[in-house]
Structures are given as C-alpha cells and as structure tokens.
C-alpha cells in the first residue's frame, strides 16, 4: 500500500519555541492531508484539513495562529507549532487522502510524539 | 453532533477464538463507515470501510456490516490470529463533511497463543 512518512519521529523542546513536523506521501500525490492529535489511550482527533495550494481548515476549537499548517506541494504537508507550551505535548499524526472522493482511503504517518519541557 | 462509541478494551482472547467488537453511531444522513487497526509501532492502516447501508466491508478474515438501522458497523473475525492483537478503531464521516474522520475511542485486542 501507500506509504506516508513524518518526520522528526520524536521532538523535544523549551517552552516558547517553534516546532515543525513534516508529513509527506512518498509513493503518491495527495492533493488533502489531515493532521491530528492524540492524546494518551485516547482517541485521534481531527486538526485541520490540508488542501495543496490553499489555507488549511481548521476545526472548531482549534488556534490556526498555532498550529501553522502549509500545503506546499502535492506530497508534503507541514505543521509547525508556534510559541509551544507545555499542555501542546502531544502525539500528532497525519493522513493523506489517496484520490479525490471523500471515502477514499487515507494513509497515515507514523506520527510525532512532541514533548514540551 | 455526530460520534462514534465502541467498546472497551482490552479484550483478550486466545487464538482461533471468534472476536466482536462493537461499534455504533450517531450522525445525520449517510455516513460512510471505516475500521482502521494500529498494530503495535506502527500507524493506523485502514481494515475495511462500508459507504451504504447494508454494504458489507471484509479484509483480511474481518468483516463489518453497515446496519443503518441499529446505526452500528460491529466488526468480526471468526478465527483470530496472534498478529490481530492491535488497537481497532471504528470511524465515520459524515455525509455532509468531506474527507473527516471521526474516531472512536479505540479498543485493544490482545491475542494469546
């Protein structure tokens, strides 16, 4: 199947510093990418949609001045974490939409575990 | 609003034994249906999907049928595997929300030998 990877795997960093996670579909074009956040022995839960070529979405709840997200091509999505704090720490994965229709089959990264000191 | 309930876990069985996972669902319209499973390590890969009622969706010995009805999308196995342990996630997206994935909470499977 399709692969997607993230990159870095595992970041560390002060409070108060920015952050930024790669997502790239490597075998595929992905026009949408979805970023998501999961907490421990809970649920993903859905950030944002990624569209290539223009703003992402972002979901009810969540601060687009923080979570930064850039669609810079049809195989890589980028989110960065602005000014991260503490109650960021989290493990954020994304998805990448294989074809056009909305129930085409995502492929998902490996995921980013970020911690905040 | 829309959401997703599944059972549970862990659940813990012992190989060649049948295994249910429920899950049921709220939400407007049609929504089309997924499992997905994260085996230990790695990301969520997609097990199967339904997109209409009474669609049936079947992978690798699971099965899953769409009952619009009793709004559930339980998922089966009748002879599990050492490597079926994993977590399994049920999911939906709603008709009127394109591409979005909703999760439920997930549920760990634990296959002994």
């Known amino acids: 199947g399709a692969v997607v990877s993230q990159h870095p795997s595992r970041v560390i960093c002060k409070s108060g510093t920015s952050v930024k996670i790669e997502c790239r579909s490597l075998d595929f074009q992905a026009t949408t990418m979805f970023w998501y956040r999961q907490f421990p022995k809970q649920s993903l839960m859905l950030m944002a949609t990624?569209?290539?070529?223009?703003?992402?979405?972002?979901e009810q709840g969540v601060e687009k001045d923080k979570f930064l997200i850039n669609h810079a091509s049809l195989t890589l999505s980028t989110l960065t974490v602005t000014s991260a704090h503490p109650e960021d720490s989290s493990f954020y994965i994304c998805?990448?939409?294989?074809?056009?229709?909305?129930?085409?089959?995502?492929?998902f990264g490996p995921g980013t575990r970020l911690t905040v000191l | 609003g829309n959401s997703v309930t599944q059972m549970e876990g862990p659940v813990t069985l012992s190989e060649e034994a049948f295994l249910t996972i429920n899950c049921t669902y709220t939400a407007t319209g049609y929504p089309s249906l997924f499992w997905y499973v994260q085996y230990p390590g790695e990301g969520l890969q997609l097990l199967l999907k339904?997109?209409?009622?009474?669609d049936k969706g079947s992978n690798k010995g699971f099965e899953a049928t769409y009952r619009k009805e009793t709004t559930s999308f339980h998922l089966e196995k009748g002879s599990v595997q050492v490597s079926d342990s994993a977590v399994y996630f049920c999911?939906?997206?709603?008709?009127?929300?394109?591409?979005?994935?909703?999760f439920g909470a997930g549920t760990q499977v634990v296959v002994t030998p």
């Open positions: 999911a939906l997206i709603p008709s009127d929300s394109w591409g979005k994935l909703q």
């Open positions: 339904a997109t209409k009622a009474d």
């Open positions: 998805s990448a939409l294989e074809g056009p229709e909305s129930t085409d089959t995502q492929y």
């Open positions: 990624s569209n290539e070529g223009s703003k992402a979405t972002y």
